[in-house]
């Protein structure tokens, strides 16, 4: 089930600010770095307004963690991981059996 845990990840999280009523985003900080498996689930090409680009979907799995799940309303992705200078979007969290031991994370890659 669980591939060896040799892939370290930054866990960033969105930080956002708002100015007058207006959201403006200011970027990514790193709230951990943790260790974790990636596996590649599919991949699909994408072309929007005469632009061409590849989404790949993955399964990452790390250890329990309960501050990654997405709860806010915002279009955009809350929290991204970066491995190896690539960066994955987190689009699911699951606590996996509710034992609080492993979590497993459906995330996108776009190139």
């Known amino acids: 089930m669980i591939d060896k845990l040799w892939r370290r990840a930054q866990v960033q999280e969105r930080s956002v600010t708002r100015v007058q009523g207006v959201k403006t985003s200011d970027g990514w900080s790193t709230i951990d770095t943790v260790y974790c498996s990636l596996k590649p689930l599919s991949a699909r090409e994408l072309r929007i307004a005469d632009q061409n680009g590849e989404v790949v979907d993955h399964e990452i799995w790390m250890r329990y963690r ?4 997405d709860s806010n309303t915002e279009l955009l992705p809350r ?3 970066i491995i190896d200078e690539r960066t994955f979007d987190v689009r699911s969290v699951e606590n996996v059996d509710f034992r609080d031991e492993w979590t497993r994370l459906k995330v996108e890659e776009r190139t």
Do not use: A, V, W
């Open 66 to 69: 309960n501050d990654l799940g």
């Open 79 to 81: 929290h991204q991981l």
